[in-house]
């Protein structure tokens, strides 16, 4: 479970074992399963779990370019539509609306009988597991010194660019574009009507990838960053709607390099349209998640083509709650670092793979302006060179690749 904690004097005096000693390892995914029973316990009005327990946007189910076959079926059925989305390359994700009298799960059942030829889904929901921690009062006055310098570029730095020229894409929560670390960033929002809805985990994801001030540097501060905010405070946030929609979006702007520090279950609907942004040579992002070693896959860094990114600690050892298997390709710091947060102390310790992803996205955004497949091979593979701890020509379930960005960790001790 991604960790987002206040800078306090405890936390720093005991190196960050605070930020597990809430949990065994051994429980990681029982603690992503009790989240997810507490988000539908509170939107019980808006979501339910499907057979697996997973949360799901209440009597709604996702089609894929139905046929006319398709739409008959979901008409017998008793399934209304209620809209429909270009996702791509002359390709429809259809929005069905389930009947009161109808049980999701058995209305989905049913039309993939009546349509065996066609795809259909739960509308699922992911999420990005980040935790506020508890600021105390003595929490809230202490701040970063003055004089604190902004890290220096390391061997994984890409090459400056003039501002705007580098694109770089976030399907997230909303960003808190007034914070000093975003001052002179160019970004670009997309999602909840034109409203702002700042959101921690995604202000902290962001501030990784093109943040920069006196006290704080991200990976890329010269790219412009495309923030498609899929939450926005609602309920049915995060759903795999809203995320086709946000890649939909993303697509259009020819946004190249794709960050999603998101995690949930497998949907055809969802991977379809990742399928189709991969083919086309997006790169997309993700994090492999923190629900322990021995846990079953997570999506959609599970995806074929997906770049799948682990965490390390300061030594860049693998996070013992790091997800691990053939999704990882790469890995990055994702333990006791610094990123941005909402009001007071504007800085958090983060940990957890969501924090890792943004390092390796950022890492790519300049290596490819434009979605071009063979150009996105060239990319990967320019950056596996770069990877360190694995053995030429080998991959680990661990880190893959290897690790990359060791040097845009941003330690708390210089926070003290």
């Given at each position: 479970?991604?960790?987002?904690?206040?800078?306090?004097?405890?936390?720093?005096?005991?190196?960050g074992?605070?930020?597990?000693d809430?949990?065994?390892?051994?429980?990681l995914?029982?603690?992503?399963?009790d989240?997810i029973?507490?988000?539908?316990?509170?939107?019980?009005d808006v979501?339910?779990?499907?057979p697996?327990?997973?949360?799901v946007?209440?009597r709604?189910?996702?089609?894929w370019?139905?046929?006319?076959?398709?739409?008959?079926?979901?008409?017998?059925a008793g399934l209304?539509?209620?809209?429909?989305?270009?996702?791509?390359?002359g390709?429809?994700m259809?929005?069905?609306?389930?009947?009161?009298?109808?049980?999701?799960?058995?209305?989905?059942?049913?039309l993939?009988a009546?349509d065996?030829?066609?795809?259909?889904?739960f509308n699922?929901?992911y999420?990005?597991?980040g935790?506020?921690?508890?600021?105390s009062e003595a929490t809230?006055?202490l701040?970063p010194?003055?004089?604190?310098?902004?890290?220096a570029?390391?061997?994984?730095a890409?090459?400056?660019?003039?501002?705007?020229?580098?694109?770089?894409?976030l399907?997230d929560?909303g960003?808190?574009r007034?914070?000093d670390?975003?001052?002179?960033s160019?970004?670009?929002?997309?999602?909840?009507?034109?409203a702002a809805?700042?959101?921690?985990?995604?202000?902290?994801?962001?501030g990784?990838?093109?943040g920069?001030s006196?006290?704080?540097?991200?990976?890329?501060?010269?790219a412009?960053?495309?923030?498609a905010d899929?939450?926005?405070?609602?309920?049915?946030?995060?759903?795999a709607?809203?995320i086709?929609?946000?890649?939909g979006?993303?697509a259009?702007?020819?946004?190249?390099?794709?960050?999603l520090?998101?995690?949930?279950?497998?949907?055809?609907?969802l991977?379809?349209?990742?399928?189709?942004?991969?083919?086309?040579?997006?790169l997309l992002?993700a994090?492999?998640?923190?629900?322990?070693?021995?846990?079953?896959?997570l999506y959609?860094?599970?995806?074929?083509g997906?770049?799948g990114v682990?965490?390390?600690?300061?030594?860049g050892?693998?996070?013992?709650e790091?997800?691990?298997?053939?999704?990882v390709m790469?890995?990055?710091p994702?333990?006791?670092m610094?990123?941005?947060?909402?009001?007071?102390?504007?800085?958090?310790?983060?940990?957890?793979?969501?924090?890792?992803?943004?390092?390796?996205?950022?890492?790519?955004?300049?290596a490819?302006?434009?979605p071009?497949?063979?150009?996105?091979?060239?990319?990967?593979?320019?950056?596996?060179?770069?990877?360190s701890g694995?053995?030429?020509?080998t991959?680990?379930?661990?880190?893959g690749?290897?690790?990359?960005?060791?040097?845009?960790?941003?330690?708390?001790?210089?926070?003290?």
């Amino acid at each position: 479970m991604d960790r987002l904690d206040p800078l306090n004097s405890g936390l720093l005096r005991d190196s960050g074992r605070r930020l597990l000693d809430r949990s065994d390892i051994g429980e990681l995914r029982s603690l992503r399963l009790d989240q997810i029973g507490a988000l539908l316990k509170r939107h019980r009005d808006v979501l339910e779990p499907d057979p697996r327990g997973e949360p799901v946007v209440r009597r709604e189910l996702l089609a894929w370019s139905p046929s006319a076959r398709g739409l008959a079926a979901a008409k017998a059925a008793g399934l209304a539509v209620l809209g429909e989305r270009d996702v791509g390359a002359g390709e429809t994700m259809t929005v069905l609306g389930v009947p009161g009298n109808k049980d999701t799960a058995a209305a989905l059942e049913q039309l993939r009988a009546l349509d065996p030829d066609g795809s259909y889904d739960f509308n699922h929901i992911y999420t990005g597991s980040g935790i506020d921690g508890d600021a105390s009062e003595a929490t809230r006055h202490l701040q970063p010194p003055q004089s604190q310098a902004a890290p220096a570029a390391g061997k994984n730095a890409p090459a400056q660019a003039k501002p705007g020229t580098a694109k770089v894409g976030l399907i997230d929560g909303g960003v808190e574009r007034g914070h000093d670390v975003f001052r002179e960033s160019a970004i670009v929002p997309w999602g909840c009507e034109g409203a702002a809805h700042p959101n921690a985990h995604g202000t902290a994801v962001a501030g990784l990838m093109v943040g920069r001030s006196e006290r704080f540097r991200g990976v890329a501060p010269h790219a412009r960053l495309y923030a498609a905010d899929i939450y926005c405070d609602s309920g049915t946030g995060g759903s795999a709607a809203r995320i086709a929609d946000a890649l939909g979006w993303l697509a259009r702007e020819q946004v190249a390099v794709i960050n999603l520090s998101l995690v949930g279950p497998p949907n055809q609907i969802l991977e379809r349209v990742v399928a189709g942004m991969v083919k086309r040579g997006h790169l997309l992002v993700a994090a492999v998640g923190n629900d322990g070693p021995a846990a079953p896959p997570l999506y959609p860094a599970s995806y074929p083509g997906v770049v799948g990114v682990s965490g390390v600690d300061k030594q860049g050892r693998p996070l013992p709650e790091a997800a691990r298997g053939p999704q990882v390709m790469f890995a990055a710091p994702g333990s006791q670092m610094v990123s941005a947060a909402i009001g007071t102390p504007p800085y958090r310790v983060v940990r957890g793979t969501s924090f890792a992803a943004p390092i390796v996205a950022a890492l790519l955004a300049d290596a490819l302006p434009q979605p071009a497949p063979d150009s996105a091979r060239q990319a990967l593979a320019a950056l596996a060179r770069q990877a360190s701890g694995v053995a030429p020509g080998t991959v680990s379930n661990e880190t893959g690749h290897g690790v990359l960005g060791a040097s845009y960790r941003v330690d708390p001790a210089g926070f003290r």
